[in-house]
């Protein structure tokens, strides 16, 4: 798909995020004979009514079977039994629902940080190193900690959201699948956590981001994925119609 500038509905052009990924692709295979073909460091943004960007996320991090989504080709097969298998195999997944799918709230920051770490390592002890890596991320985010050792409640909402994007950094990762990353969270945070997203995706990462907010899909994403107000698959928005009214049409919601 050839990339363009997309215009907003109601106020200045967009530019579109220029790229032209290159890799080995995997490819999204769902119900309905639909079939995506996505190279590393694409930005894919979901849009519509939940129960299409859900199913499609639950099977992709090992949530879940969810409609019949799962990834083909290089070495990825059937859908992942757990959300461990998936990180293992290199897929991230990054919530905007901090209390439920995010922060681990009894542990401090430290181990919120190195979570992803330990699981794809199989590891428990926090050792020297990670202790240093874990300050030179909290460093690097701009995070408001007095220490690693402090909880998560510590800190704002915005910077535990940054806690949790914050453990996908560094990583070997082939994929991050993002739901509503930046729900509740400031403007300020907003554009640090776009920043996180685009340095992974700039890495080869293939980044999967569902988000309720057009706007926000239309700066950020390469291509978008759409589905209607049943969850049913719709297509991709085609560049003629990168704007929030053609995204509006496409889902069948309101811009």
């Known amino acids: 798909q050839q990339m363009g500038q997309s215009t907003h509905r109601s106020g200045p052009q967009l530019k579109r995020r220029q790229r032209s990924p290159e890799g080995t692709p995997v490819e999204l295979v769902g119900p309905d004979s639909v079939r995506m073909e996505i190279r590393p460091g694409t930005i894919l943004g979901l849009a519509g009514a939940p129960a299409g960007p859900t199913g499609l996320i639950d099977p992709l991090v090992g949530a879940g079977k969810g409609a ?30 901090r209390a439920a799918k995010g922060i681990l709230s009894q542990l401090p920051i430290v181990d919120n940080v190195l979570a992803a770490r330990r699981v794809r390592d199989k590891r428990r002890i926090v050792g020297a190193a990670e202790r240093q890596e874990c300050s030179d991320l909290v460093s690097a985010l701009k995070l408001k900690a007095g220490s690693i050792w402090d909880l998560p409640a510590s800190l704002s909402g915005g910077n535990q959201q ?6 996908w950094l560094g990583l070997p990762l082939r994929m991050v699948v993002l739901e509503e990353p930046t729900r509740g969270v400031d403007i300020g945070t907003k554009h640090d956590i776009y920043a996180l997203i685009r340095e992974m995706a700039d890495a080869g990462a293939i980044i999967v981001w569902w988000s309720t907010e057009n706007v926000e899909l239309l700066e ?13 698959p719709k297509g991709f928005l085609p560049d003629e119609r990168f704007t929030e009214d053609g995204l509006a049409e496409l889902t069948g919601m309101a811009a």
Do not use: Q
Request: aromatic share 12%; charged share 20%.
């Open 220 to 232: 950020l994403c390469d291509v978008i994925f759409a589905f209607d107000t049943d969850g049913r």
């Open 68 to 97: 019949g989504w799962r990834l083909a080709g290089d070495g990825f097969g059937e859908s992942f039994p757990s959300p461990a298998a998936a990180a293992r195999a290199g897929v991230g997944f990054v919530s905007g629902d």
């Open 162 to 167: 940054k806690l949790i994007v914050a453990r």
